[in-house]
């Protein structure tokens, strides 16, 4: 597999704290990564050291297979999780000085920047900075991040000051970045859940898991699905057939709605019984779910604290 991000025994004190502990990490090319921990996880700190802004105090970090480095050819871009900005200048005046700062020609430059601001919702904004919201400073620095064309971003919490309709504007601008590799800081469950296909999960300036969201759903799938039916006299008689067949067992919710589960048959099976066991019965069910983890177990099952969700 070829990664965009790698590290090797990644390590970061401050004094007598160590902030990010000897730390490998691995983000697959064109994946948006979303990278979770608590507040204080370590999160901000190793970004920073990814993208340059922090020295390690020991480890090694490649991004897209070369060793790190912090010149106008690097190909990654940065918003870090408060953008400040000359707010004296408009936003298309700012982007043209950190295209200047990338060395970047200058027609390139501006061809780029028109692009930019249409792509984030700022075309045509004539305001200064200092006139500009919270969510368009926002994507003024996803605009900045991206100006050098870069093929991994670094995104730390860009939508967690947001009211709902700037974050969800915000995520529909990540999710468009498909292509690049984004790795997107985070505490924020719902945000992973709606624009990442990877996870890195940080806690005590460690890495408690790291892979697809979808293997890690599998990983921690379990036995179990929801049905409710429309009427207590047919869920009567299937948790009546699920009782004299054995091999699911089933707690009933509700005169309507039962949980089921087996110790032996996956997901998959459970479902394919049911769907063979209602036909037989000639049910119909007005609900029917297998059962899988949710990013928050995993999240918590991860850092040790998997007892929360079931307190």
Same mark, same amino acid.
């Given at each position: 597999m070829d990664y965009a991000i790698e590290t090797r025994g990644l390590t970061k004190r401050f004094k007598s704290a160590l902030a990010v502990d000897n730390i490998d990490m691995r983000v697959p090319q064109g994946c948006i990564c979303g990278f979770l921990g608590k507040n204080g996880a370590g999160k901000t700190t190793t970004i920073r050291m990814l993208a340059g802004l922090r020295r390690p105090t020991a480890g090694t970090i490649s991004i897209m297979g070369e060793p790190q480095t912090v010149d106008g050819s690097s190909k990654f871009g940065y918003l870090p999780d408060v953008p400040n900005f000359y707010n004296y200048m408009r936003g298309d005046e700012y982007l043209m000085l950190i295209s200047k700062i990338w060395h970047m020609d200058k027609d390139? &430059?501006?061809?780029?920047?028109?692009?930019? #601001?249409?792509? =984030?919702? #700022?075309?045509?904004?004539? %305001?200064? !900075?200092?006139?500009?919201?919270?969510?368009?400073?926002?994507? #003024?620095?996803? &605009?900045?991040? #991206?100006?050098?064309?870069?093929?991994? !971003? @670094?995104?730390?919490?860009?939508?967690?000051?947001?009211?709902?309709?700037?974050?969800?504007?915000?995520?529909? !601008?990540?999710?468009? +970045?498909?292509?690049? %590799?984004?790795? +997107?800081? %985070?505490?924020?469950?719902?945000?992973?859940?709606? !624009?990442?296909?990877?996870? =890195?999960?940080?806690?005590?300036?460690?890495?408690?898991?790291?892979?697809?969201?979808?293997?890690?759903?599998?990983?921690? &799938?379990?036995?179990?699905?929801?049905?409710? @039916?429309?009427?207590?006299?047919?869920?009567?008689? @299937?948790?009546?057939?699920?009782t004299d067949h054995g091999v699911l067992f089933a707690d009933r919710e509700s005169e309507i709605a039962m949980r089921l589960g087996s110790a032996s048959l996956p997901r998959d099976e459970i479902s394919s019984l049911c769907s063979r066991l209602l036909v037989e019965l000639n049910l119909p069910c007005e609900y029917f779910n297998a059962e899988g983890a949710t990013l928050e177990e995993i999240f918590y099952n991860a850092i040790g604290e998997g007892e929360r969700m079931h307190a």
């Open positions: 390139e &430059a501006k061809s780029r920047i028109g692009q930019l #601001l249409m792509t =984030v919702g #700022l075309g045509g904004v004539k %305001t200064r !900075i200092g006139g500009y919201s919270r969510g368009m400073k926002q994507r #003024l620095g996803i &605009a900045q991040a #991206l100006i050098n064309n870069p093929q991994v !971003i @670094f995104m730390d919490e860009p939508v967690s000051a947001l009211d709902p309709i700037g974050r969800r504007d915000i995520a529909n !601008i990540i999710h468009n +970045l498909r292509g690049a %590799t984004v790795i +997107l800081s %985070t505490h924020i469950m719902a945000d992973v859940e709606n !624009i990442c296909d990877y996870i =890195v999960i940080m806690d005590k300036g460690r890495i408690c898991a790291q892979d697809y969201i979808s293997n890690l759903m599998a990983e921690h &799938a379990k036995n179990a699905a929801k049905i409710r @039916f429309f009427d207590a006299a047919a869920a009567d008689k @299937f948790f009546g057939r699920i």
